[in-house]
Structure formats: structure tokens, C-alpha cells
Nanobody
Framework: QQELVESGGGSVQPGGSLILSCVVS????????IDWFRQAPGKEREEVSC????????HYGDSVKGRFTTSRDNAKNTVYLHLNSLKSEDTGVYYC?????????????WGQGTQVTVSS
């Protein structure tokens, strides 16, 4: 059973917005941090954000800072990624994972991913 399930991806034009959701379940509910990372063909995996379960503090990668926002709703066991001012280079499969590389918390599980395509 998948303990991290992403949804909300789609196709948008440059400048558009999307909201991705990550529903957390099972043993993963005891997470310290959840990250969002993306993978595009021919590019390295890139961690775009992290959020702590305890206090909601967040970290963002330089390429998305000021455009993406992550939040969590502990009552709904859901972590969100708000994608604004989207660019073509934001295209990729977005995954939520348990952990955060930037905070030296190993990312040891992730969901199946959701595709984001930014194109005119």
C-alpha cells in the first residue's frame, strides 16, 4: 500500500499555477519532514521544497524560491505544493518523499509521482 500518494499535476501554460497534494498514510505519518522533488528527462533529480511536520518550517530550492510554496494540513494528513508563475523548465514528474536532503534527513520513500507540463 502506497503511503505517499501525489495528485494535482496537469498541463498549464507558462505563468500558470497548479496545486499538488501529497496524502500521507501508514507509518509515514510519523514523518519529520516531507520533501517535494522533481525529475525531468535528461536532468538530475532536484529537491524543490521541504516542510517539517512539527512547526511547518520550510525550505525551498533556489530555482523555485518565491514561486512555489509548501504547506501541510496535519488534520488531513496532506502536504501541498503550490506552484505559481510556472516556467517551461518546471516541467517534470513531481514526487513527495519522506525526508529532506537539505536538512540531512534521508529521503527513504516516495510516491508514484504526478506529471507537470508547462507549455504554450
Amino acid at each position: 500500500q502506497q503511503e505517499l500518494v501525489e495528485s494535482g499535476g496537469g498541463s498549464v501554460q507558462p505563468g500558470g499555477s497548479l496545486i499538488l497534494s501529497c496524502v500521507v498514510s501508514g507509518s509515514t505519518l510519523r514523518y519529520d519532514a516531507i520533501d517535494w522533488f522533481r525529475q525531468a528527462p535528461g536532468k538530475e533529480r532536484e529537491e524543490v521544497s521541504c516542510i517539517r511536520r512539527s512547526d511547518g518550517s520550510a525550505h525551498y530550492g533556489d530555482s523555485v524560491k518565491g514561486r512555489f510554496t509548501t504547506s501541510r494540513d496535519n488534520a488531513k494528513n496532506t502536504v501541498y505544493l503550490h506552484l505559481n508563475s510556472l516556467k517551461s523548465e518546471d516541467t517534470g514528474v513531481y514526487y513527495c518523499g519522506r525526508g529532506c536532503s537539505q536538512w540531512s534527513i534521508p529521503v527513504d520513500s516516495w510516491g508514484q509521482g504526478t506529471q507537470v507540463t508547462v507549455s504554450s
